[in-house]
């Protein structure tokens, strides 16, 4: 990205910055100038839009729509770059030109993230002569328009007109811009926007005629926008994903594992490689682990405070096993980490077993488990024990032999934490006795059971109440558990909207629900007996524990996600 001067600003607003200010706008890239600019000035970003549309005497661009005529004028490069794209236009401008024919007269309308300059200008009329009629728009809506329209790393991968050479390349004329160094930026520009995207996943599906990519954001598949040539660098992304990942790019019958480090900018993440072969090509899973990420409180995670107090009053047990359950994804790891750090000081020896390691804690000892050299859960959990614990996180009970290690840790002094995958609370314990640990033992040890799962948290900008049927009502309270009386002065909920900052989807970052499970003398019995998990969920009910669906039930009537998320992640559970 070539550096734009502070010079760019109009001197009312220049003058109203320090410096280093200016020089913090500078240095930044284009698309994220615009929210540097903003907090610079203690502004929202629409408010400081306006300021600088006002300003530089342009106009603003809402409701942006791309100009599909216009599309092909300029090469994505220069696209990506700058960040402009080609809009439509409505209004009077747009009646003006009405269905007369686009000659080279016609104003070429460009949406852009930022000031433009000279230089852009100049490389413009390199590609059309039409004269270009700038609009300023929402930078992360601008990108989003160009992802859509032009595919993630298109800059990268163009191979038509090769007169426009990126600002970075210009400065580097010695390097040599080859189809594979165009492989190496594709590669790292789809694993940064999933970044950006806050994805966790990104696989790369060789299909029949195209390669897929599809990341996975708040929990669901998301196809990626991909370049219409990118079929031709497929073998070529393949074999660079797998040497990024110390992979045999000569074997491509067996599934192979692997990891890259991967660096860009402020970004490092620990990256998860998985491969499988397929009838086309070989198949490429990623896990991204931002080693930066931050770390989430109980408040973040969406727990109101009667559940943070049920949970912390356990925290401060010296002995016993906590457990969170729910299926893959669901925020386990998360949770136990957010645990960790309210328990966190200098007199606790805390050790951990994990795999993978998401998130680093200050001064705890985290291991990583290695299966391929013996190092089982299991294996390390025994020689953590050798190491005078106070407290042992498990990243995850998968057998007999790990199940039982753990519970004999709790009863000789020392509080674990651990995960399971059932659907719901009380059935974590039924889970264990089936694995084969004696009744009297499980009851002994469990102190605490959470469920949980995570739903998408409504877009804060754009939801709105929207009036919802008494009869719809109640039938998706009576799937969720919750009684009727709950639909009592209820007669509009929040629903999405869609907007610029949620890429139209109307929901924006995740939130969970629980379940929380702790156990009394009555449930002991019921254990030692062996009753089942409906007898045990019924017990817990009747002492008073929230299922999962009243729990989701509360967040929607708080109006933090929908009905349909909370009946997408818990309606097994609730007929079951």
């Not at 000659?103 to 949406?111: E, K, R, S, V």
Request: hydrophobic letters at 40%; one cysteine or more.
């Amino acid at each position: 990205m070539s550096a734009l001067t502070p010079d760019l600003l109009p001197a009312a607003i220049r003058a109203r910055l320090t410096d280093e200010q200016l020089q913090a706008v500078a240095e930044t890239m284009r698309e994220k100038r615009l929210s540097v600019l903003a907090a610079a000035l203690q502004l929202s970003e629409a408010d400081m839009l306006t300021q600088l549309a006002e300003a530089a005497g342009l106009g603003i661009a809402a409701n942006l729509e791309t100009d599909p005529a216009a599309r092909g004028l300029l090469p994505a490069r220069l696209v990506h770059d700058y960040q402009i794209v080609p809009i439509k236009v409505a209004g009077p401008e747009a009646s003006a030109e009405g269905e007369a024919e686009v000659t080279d007269a016609t104003p070429l309308y460009l949406a852009t993230a930022w000031l433009p300059d000279e230089v852009m200008n100049d490389w413009l009329r390199t590609f059309t002569p039409r004269p270009p009629v700038w609009r300023l728009a929402v930078a992360e809506r601008v990108h989003q328009l160009i992802i859509e329209n032009y595919g993630v790393g298109s800059g990268s991968l163009e191979d038509g007109d090769d007169s426009y050479m990126a600002p970075e390349a210009q400065q580097q004329a010695e390097e040599v811009v080859d189809e594979d160094a165009a492989v190496v930026r594709f590669v790292t520009d789809v694993i940064s926007q999933a970044v950006e995207d806050q994805a966790t996943d990104i696989h790369f599906e060789p299909q029949e005629g195209q390669l897929r990519i599809r990341y996975r954001v708040d929990g669901l598949l998301v196809p990626v926008p991909v370049p219409e040539n990118l079929l031709r660098f497929q073998d070529a992304i393949i074999s660079r994903l797998k040497i990024m990942a110390r992979l045999n790019i000569s074997e491509r019958r067996l599934p192979q594992d692997g990891r890259i480090n991967f660096r860009a900018d402020n970004t490092v993440l620990d990256i998860r490689v998985s491969t499988i072969p397929t009838i086309y090509a070989e198949s490429i899973s990623l896990r991204l682990l931002n080693q930066k990420k931050e770390a989430y409180t109980m408040d973040r995670l969406g727990m109101s405070a009667e559940e943070q107090r049920q949970i912390v009053s356990i925290l401060d047990y010296p002995h016993g096993i906590i457990l969170v359950t729910g299926p893959t994804g669901s925020g386990k790891s998360t949770s136990l980490n957010a645990f960790l750090r309210k328990i966190n000081s200098t007199d606790l020896r805390i050790i951990t077993i994990e795999d993978p390691i998401e998130y680093e804690v200050p001064g705890v000892n985290q291991m990583q488990v290695r299966p391929e050299i013996g190092l089982t859960f299991a294996d390390a959990l025994r020689h953590v024990l050798r190491q005078d614990p106070d407290v042992i996180m498990v990243g995850e009970i998968r057998d007999k032999d790990t199940a039982e290690i753990a519970i004999r840790a709790s009863l000789t002094g020392h509080l674990v934490f651990s995960t399971l995958h059932t659907n719901d609370a009380p059935g974590a314990i039924t889970r264990l006795v089936d694995m084969g640990i004696e009744p009297f033992l499980v009851a002994s040890a469990i102190e605490l059971v959470i469920a949980q799962r995570l739903v998408r948290r409504l877009c804060g900008e754009c939801a709105r109440p929207a009036p919802i049927s008494r009869v719809k009502l109640l039938e998706n309270l009576a799937i969720l558990g919750v009684t009727p009386e709950e639909a009592e002065l209820v007669d509009a909920l929040k629903a999405p909207v869609g907007c610029d900052r949620c890429r139209g989807t109307g929901y924006r970052g995740r939130i969970g629900i629980f379940e929380i499970f702790r156990l009394n003398e009555e449930m002991h019995e019921l254990i030692l007996k062996r009753e089942s998990t409906r007898t045990l969920t019924d017990c817990a009910r009747k002492h008073g524990m929230r299922t999962l669906g009243q729990s989701g039930w509360e967040k929607v009537k708080a109006g933090y996600t929908t009905f349909d998320e909370v009946l997408r992640v818990v309606t097994v559970t609730a007929e079951g």
